[in-house]
């Protein structure tokens, strides 16, 4: 039976055998990784999504200057910035775990369309181990479901809404930066203080997940002062021009006008609620107010001279005296020419934050970050002390009121700081209402 | 074989070729060497690829064949990526309803649409569309929010109904977008040396889906239906004194085109269940045109061509920072190097259009049939060269 078993077929089927007990190994040798883009060589990869067109692009400039600042100083260049003063010490300027920083940029465009496609791309093509950065809260929330989905560590950039750390909360997501309810509480005693309790406020609204929640949040805390609520009027993102949204203002019997628009559209809008002469009016017998709930530089900048005198809060400000702000302050003005903005020291913050997780936590995997991360209390990095408080992973620090410059020196000092609110008045329960309805769920190590 | 034949049965073979093999094609570069930048083989982008192919197809069926120019076909494409996410949200994570329903949806919307346009042709209806996508992307972006959630985009939760699947997964997050069970966004990975080819559950759905819509857009095109669609393009007058009625005929195509579109829509959202407005915008209708005309309009390979050239260029040369560029040119003496860097930054980064753009202007100005008469030219170059090289052969051979 010689031809059943020849020297050939054996070897043939031997081939064709060992080939396909061989296939399904190397199919699975990616899955063979604890989690999703392990990282394996020398190197491990950050990417920053953040917005570089679009109403936002300003801060999404300087959130990239941030971040390329924040590589600089984990890989040992530069003078190390805020590595000097953070409280934890567990980065020693070699990287992260010994791997040198690399990252990958991309463009969310500020649409949650484009940025979950820039994020995937990071993350399938590039290998991304963590994502960061956007500065807008529609992305944040759509880039954060993305990160769950993935498993990947997303750290918010510049966001808002209370939804981010509210009802779409997610396990693989931080959020460093303050929130709309936190701005109202910091907000609403100092307006009584200004303006008196006996207002009608007229809101201009951002229609967009962050302008329905800091509208939500000013409206119940100034309510609480006894100020009245006249209209709130809802504008698209995309606007620009809004004088049609102004010319109905001078009619309501409103007193005050609260813009709820950040970036470009609060430029454009403060700017035609001044032409309008709304500032120069009188009414019920009192001076016309404006208020900006969010406030920051880079909008004072774009709105120059109409931006005196004008309050609102804000995370972060350059010209805070502790000296993780100098050190920052220093090394962001030595290497750019100009004082970094608030939204670069969130994105600084953030990143350092993720690298000190991953070396207290020993490893990369998204779940043992997401653990060092929860209900960690550190300071040195600008804000004095702060707590990620576990329960929704948001950040809880004091608040800064602020207030345009009457006379400012210079292009930097066009804010100045009226109040720190601190942390215990801006803290609320977990299950506020105001964030309920959500739930962190399980962390997400993908693979 | 299918009902096709000839040169027609081969483009589909070429076509199911490089869509099952696209994994390997897209991803030529190994991935340690500096070229891996212009790799395109990640699920993601290709199937962007498969998708966006998918819509052009069917515009292509209108444009190509009647000649009707749509410039409001994102508002399909829209309409589409809703239905589908809201199937999502209310019965089952399952994508089979969620994509049918999304061509039904679409396809109606189409229908209204189509009704009140087509009784005006050439620019006319073309500015009409243009309005109806305008109406839709604003009643999506401000007036409808409870149904599309505005700027912020239909996203899924945990407390949807999904009455016919699971509001939570087991480890207490959102379910993810499956075929019976099996996960859309679930990839195997082949390693083999430094290349790693990645291929996703995902990504076969949409090839598979657009080797279907391909078909059916030759049976379309070779069909009587579709040689009725060409007269309209080519003398729509003449057909109407011959006593046809041509109105059923381009509002049908119309339709179908607009079916096509609904189906991009609902594949979108079944590989990201997400919406947004912003999928309706005229920029994204234009997009759709460029890639047809880039591609060649009329031509049935040409609108996939198109879709694949100017995706690639979003997703690739978009990621092209500075920082790259001195990687690049890193050999080069310093002020050259920055001169050269500032230079090329204009057109690579979030100055791809530019360069986009560029090579819009030159495939339409000297390839007026799109990158497909750019393929023919180079095909009878070399096979005219070959003849001739044959005829002197066989000239020059002495007659014994």
Redesign the interface.
Known sequence: MSKLLTRRGLLKSGAVGGAGLALPTIFTASSASAFTNEPTGGTVTLGFNVPQSGPYADEGADELRAYELAVEHLNGEGDGGMLNTFSSKALGGNGIMGKKVAYVTGDTQTKSDAARASAKSMIEKDGAIMITGGSSSGVAVAVQGLCQEAGVIFMAGLTHSNDTTGKDKKANGFRHFFNAYMSAAALAPVLEKLYGSDRAAYHLTADYTWGWTQQESIQAATEAIGWRTVNNVLTPLAATDFSSYIAPVLNSGADVLVLNHYGGNMVNSLTNAVQFGLREKQVNGKNFEIVVPLYSELMAKGAGQNIKGIVGSQNWDWKLGDEGTAAFVKSFGTKYGFPPSQAAQTCYAQTMLYADAVERAGSFNPCAVGEALAGFEFDGLGNGKTLYRADDHQCFKDVLVVKGAEDPQDEFHLVEIVEVTPVAQVTYDPEHPMFAGGALGECNPGA | MLGIKGKDLTLLCVVAVLALCAPFILNPFPQSSAMAQF?AG????MQ?FVIFGIFAVGFNILFGLTGYLSFGHAAFLGVGSYSAVWMFKLLSMNVIPAIILSVIVAGLFALVIGFVSLRRSGIYFSILTLAFAQMSFNLA??VL?PITN????L?????DPRIFGTS?SD????P?TSLFGMEM?E??????GDW?F?FSNGYYLCAVLLLVSFYISIRIFRSPFGLMLRAVKSNQTRLNYTGLNTRPYTLAAFVISGMYAGLAGGLLASM?P?A?A??MQWTASGEVVLMTILGGAGTLIGPVLGAGFIKYFE?IF??I?D?VLHQWFGGLPEGLENAVVWFTEHFV??GWNLTLGLLFMLVVTFLPGGLVEGGTRIGRLIRGKSKRAEKKAAQSKPAE
């Open positions: 790799n990640y699920p993601d982008l962007r972006y401000s929010t505005g700027e912020t985009g996203q899924l939760s945990l407390d939570v480890t207490g997050g959102i993810v966004r990839t195997s990975t082949l390693s083999l790693s990645q990201d997400l947004g912003e999928r997703n978009s990621k920072n920082n980064g979030s």
